[in-house]
């Protein structure tokens, strides 16, 4: 064939202009709950709360929609955060004895949380900087004063200081260190020569003159700040927390021994008793107390809610926090460790009781809401903070525009799941949200190790929990997972209550989700698993017995010289058995062997269901319940393929000898001569060329291209299906079209089948068949990683139903269709029937990366409501996205998105059709992004403090914002920020673009204003396809 090489003008103005309008790179809002939560604040007046973690990130929650975000100049664990209490700023303190003041201000009609200022305590007075301890200022706790303008700072070295707020500004004068203290301590209080660290500090609710003060040796002082003198003393066991009544006539103290004290607070210097002395979980010896809080209640006795506390030899290792009121008492048992906790009350001074309406506890991976105004204490469900990770995150699928009646189900089913949660308002519900209501519905399913289904409402900045789908209750397992947490009895002490969905045991691995599809229009879901389970499922508005269904699929086809070295199916449950509302499952699909399903595809239309593994792949109508095709993938050397991923025989000297093999085989190569006619020396003639051709460059010559080796057909696992696709489209000829599946492997081999679909009226007559009717191999083997049919338009085609109920425009058909078969290395579209190479672009020989997810995304544009474009949006290994027409596959942005160390965010990563993505930046967290300018999901809102203030940052009007995004910290540090002086647009000198002369003459299937965007090259091919046809023309 010949080929031609042009030379590449500069960039067309019109279309740099049209890409402003359609692509903008936004990182927009974190899902999920904090990786390593460390600290825990709330603002009673603004009714925001605030989560630090370990990484340095900070995080501020009001009313759903409400986020902020912020992330420390330096990293380190905050240890604390303090609110001013209605001033729209906080204090965190991090463990290089630090204080950080942030400041949430207002631009462009929306507010933004950032750093203004810090402070660190000098050393102490009398000290040099070379003989200091160098604990002796390290800042064990932090009290603000009500007025918010005072914070007092206590230390090891048993110091008190004050700092001025919101100057930062020590005051000296009014320090008070452990020597003065220790002068007005009679000698019978005196806890040796020293009274150790400051523990906590309390001002008296009545008198803000008065700070309880306590030392960890057990010393507690009332003093007085105004006199500098101590009006009270109490001399108790090792300390742990302090805390008020609300009329301040006593307090409380928690120890170390596991007992609580309350002490009665009188203007006698006496030695004062405390009136009770308490160990609830006594007589034996028990773990200490860590915080205690006192509030009355209205409705009688006051509530005394605690942490820890609990018996050291049987429970010592239970996460657990106590409610008593009364003769009432609940443990509440989480199964992660509590961080620290609070409660949302009235806080009117004129009130007399605190009437404490919901508790909030902080544990490592999740946050637990408690009623406790409804008898009971029942739990409240987050809005936002949701716990992701509850049992690790195997598996992510989204799908958007879902029709309201199913929403409308799943939300319903999603209640009947929990009827003994509170249905009282979410307790935090400071700020107002600005972001108009999302048009269209997205949901987000998460397939987890345990072997459920989550789903979550991804439509908004919260991403809030819907429903949970089951599916360990099919299969006989050691576990009974139909039962919930079991509940404390009776007589059971402690009276011990699980709460919390963090359970991150699974009972057996087999059970995890790896691959998920849903039709949102017929409500028909397929989920697959890593025992080679492929489960379908319908919806039900009620509740059902029904049997489960089986149908085994052999892959090997009776293969001689396999055997399975891996993990046995899963055995389903015989019998009628119970299914709540919901999906529930209607047939199950078992692969032999039961490896991990690689791929899965569902057609409604036809009700056929595809799927794939590491030794083929098969086709199941399930209307009929019975298979259709069952094809085997199997290289004779894919000796790993029959090991699977759960099985411990892999040999690490097999692994070496083999990697060995390939390094020798690889040198030796170069010396051989190779056969003129074998596929591999055409490659090595063209490395050739392009090795003679390296010398100097002038201004507009294509740019060097990588030499990329093709891969070797006996590489272990090149019979894993990596993708399977179903279309309706032309195979036999250019004149008839019809059903289709296509499956691409890991060895860079297509096929495509056709299927022969009956009719309605003739369903229970005849049965689908399918006929292969092409086979594909790449040259270069590397894996399909995707493929896409393209109607005449070059558009691509809809889903299924979705002509058949008016939903979208009918696909062209009276054109040429095209598919589009992606590699790790390269695009390229190949027109239909007749399976001829037309456009390609090689990734891999110009960026040195390789594809891992792919994506097909229509972006409109922002200034107009007519037009939009359908693009490829390919991430690569390398952690950057890049934007690419189709079919042209001409490039047209490139950003970064994920750091290339981040393995696991880039293979969780997973697009929308809309425009937008996720993926994780740790086990319990989604970033969000957008490449669309008009389809962004970021926080808008305002939150308005109660008295008028002047910023304190002087840049805090200078954010750099282009797009008025009110995010401005990042919490992952994942995102090269890019200037706006830096080109993302790619254009006729990025990228390796190859089309073949019939492409030339079909430039309308691009946008007209595209065509002069880059020209085309069409030397250097260096791909070889050997195309097999098993049908004939009709």
């Given amino acids: 064939m010949m080929k031609f090489r042009f030379r590449r003008p500069g960039n067309d103005p019109q279309r740099e202009k049209l890409k402003l309008e359609l692509f903008a790179f936004n990182k927009t809002v974190e899902h999920g709950f904090p990786n390593q939560p460390s600290s825990l604040a709330y603002d009673p007046k603004l009714r925001l709360m605030a989560i630090a973690t370990k990484s340095g990130s900070l995080k501020i929650y009001g009313v759903p929609g409400v986020e902020f975000t912020g992330l420390h100049k330096e990293t380190g664990t905050v240890t604390q955060m303090h609110f001013l209490h209605g001033q729209g700023r906080l204090l965190s303190l991090l463990d290089d004895n630090t204080i950080h003041l942030w400041e949430i201000n207002q631009k462009n009609c929306y507010c933004f949380l950032e750093e203004v200022r810090t402070f660190r305590l000098p050393g102490r007075p009398g000290f040099d900087g070379a003989n200091a301890p160098p604990s002796i200022t390290r800042i064990t706790v932090i009290m603000l004063k009500s007025c918010s303008k005072l914070a007092c700072l206590g230390t090891e070295g048993g110091g008190v200081y004050f700092l001025e707020l919101p100057s930062m500004q020590l005051l000296d004068d009014r320090t008070l260190l452990q020597d003065e203290v220790l002068q007005g301590v009679p000698d019978d209080y005196r806890c040796g020569k020293a009274l150790g660290p400051v523990e906590s500090l309390q001002e008296d609710p009545a008198d803000p003159d008065k700070i309880l003060i306590g030392y960890s040796r057990g010393l507690v002082l009332l003093w007085v700040q105004s006199t500098r003198q101590v009006e009270n003393l109490f001399l108790s066991n090792q300390l742990e927390s302090l805390s008020w009544e609300r009329s301040s006539k006593t307090f409380v103290s928690s120890h170390s021994d596991g007992s609580y004290m309350v002490w009665p607070v009188n203007n006698a210097r006496s030695k004062s008793q405390p009136i009770t002395s308490s160990i609830p979980y006594g007589p034996f010896p028990c773990k200490a107390i860590n915080k205690i809080i006192w509030r009355t209640s209205e409705m009688g006795s006051p509530f005394i809610i605690f942490s820890g506390g609990m018996p050291r030899a049987s429970y010592g290792d239970r996460h657990c926090i106590t409610i008593m009121q009364g003769k009432a008492q609940v443990t509440l048992d989480f199964t992660s460790r509590v961080i620290d906790f609070f409660t949302v009350q009235n806080m009117d001074p004129e009130q007399v009781y605190d009437n404490p309406r919901a508790l909030l506890v902080l544990v490592e991976e999740e946050l637990v809401a408690v009623d406790l105004q409804t008898p009971g204490w029942p739990t409240i469900t987050p809005p936002y903070l949701a716990s992701l990770h509850s049992s690790a995150i195997t598996c992510s699928y989204h799908i958007s525009n879902i029709p309201a009646k199913l929403w409308e189900r799943i939300i319903s089913a999603g209640k009947q799941q929990n009827p003994l949660h509170s249905t009282v308002e979410w307790p935090i519900n400071g700020g107002k949200n600005l972001a108009p209501e999302p048009v269209h519905k997205g949901l987000l399913l998460t397939g987890h190790e345990d072997g459920t289904v989550r789903f979550w409402d991804a439509s908004g900045v919260s991403l809030k929990p819907l429903y949970k789908l089951a599916t360990a209750n099919i299969f006989q397992t050691d576990a009974d997972h139909t039962e919930n947490f079991p509940q404390c009895g009776e007589e059971e002490w402690p009276p011990f209550r699980k709460v919390g969905c963090f359970d991150p045991y699974s ?271 790449l040259m270069h083997r590397a894996p399909v990683v995707s493929i896409a049919v393209l109607d005449g338009r070059g558009n691509p085609l809809p889903e299924p139903l979705e002509v058949s109920r008016d939903l979208a425009k009918a696909p062209e058909m009276q054109g040429s269709h095209s598919v589009l078969i992606i590699s790790e290395e390269q695009f390229k579209v190949f027109t239909l029937p007749r399976v001829s190479a037309k456009t390609k672009f090689k990734l891999t020989a110009h960026e040195g990366s390789r594809v891992r997810k792919l994506g097909l995304m229509n972006f409109p544009s922002i200034t107009s409501d007519d037009y939009s474009e359908n693009c490829l949006v390919c991430l690569t290994n390398l952690g950057d996205i890049h934007i690419f027409t189709v079919p042209g596959l001409r490039p047209q942005m490139r950003y970064d998105c994920i750091r290339k160390e981040d393995i696991s965010g880039i293979a969780s990563c997973v697009f929308t059709r809309t425009g937008q993505g996720f993926y994780l930046i740790s086990p319990s967290e989604f970033e969000r992004f957008s490449l669309s300018t008009r389809n962004i999901t970021e926080p808008r809102c305002v939150v308005a403090w109660e008295s008028a203030r002047d910023p304190l940052s002087p840049g805090s009007n200078l954010c750099n914002n282009l797009q008025g995004s009110p995010k401005v910290n990042r919490a992952n540090g994942t995102h090269k920020i890019q200037n706006k002086g830096e080109c993302n647009s790619l254009g006729a000198t990025d990228g390796v673009m190859e089309d073949f002369p019939l492409a030339l003459s079909q430039t309308p299937l691009d946008s007209p204003i595209s065509s002069t965007d880059i020209t085309l090259d069409a030397s250097g091919d260096m791909t070889v396809e050997d195309v097999k046809d098993y049908l004939p023309e009709c």
């Avoid at 269904?549 to 396999?562: A, I, K, M, P």
């Avoid at 399903?597 to 799927?611: M, S």
Wanted: charge should be positive.
């Fill in 507 to 777: 009972d057996d691995p087999r059970l995890g989700i790896q691959k998920i599809s849903l039709c949102k229009y017929s409500s028909r879901l397929v989920v697959a698993g890593t025992a080679g389970q492929v489960i379908v499922m319908e919806f039900n508005d009620e509740k059902s017995e029904r049997k489960m269904n089986l149908s085994t699929v052999d892959l090997l086809q009776d293969r001689e010289g396999f055997t399975w070295k891996g993990h046995d199916r899963l055995s389903p449950k015989a019998g009628l058995m119970g299914f709540a509302a919901g999906f529930q499952p209607s047939f199950l699909v078992q692969c032999v062997p039961p490896a991990t399903v690689t791929a899965v595809a569902l057609h409604t239309e036809w009700q056929l269901v595809a799927f794939g593994t590491s030794h083929g792949f098969g086709i199941f109508d399930y209307h009929r319940q019975q298979p259709v095709l069952a094809r085997c993938t199997l290289h004779p050397n894919d000796s790993l393929a029959m090991e699977g991923p759960l099985s411990r025989v892999k040999s690490l000297k097999k692994s070496l000898r083999q990697s060995f093999r390939r390094i020798r085989k690889s040198r030796v190569s170069g010396k051989k001569r190779p056969s003129s006619c074998s596929p591999t020396s055409k490659v090595r003639e063209a490395n050739a060329k392009l090795a003679e051709q390296d010398g100097p460059c002038e201004v507009e010559v294509t740019p060097v291209q990588r030499r990329i080796e093709p891969r070797s057909a006996d590489d272990s696992l090149s019979g894993v299906v990596r993708c399977l696709y179903f279309a309706d489209t032309f195979l036999r000829d250019a004149t008839h079209h019809g059903p289709t599946l296509w499956a691409g492997t890991n060895a860079g081999s297509v096929y495509a089948y056709a299927l022969e679909v009956p009719s309605r009226e003739k369903w229970t007559e005849r049965s689908t068949e399918a006929v292969l009717g092409k086979e594909i191999q």
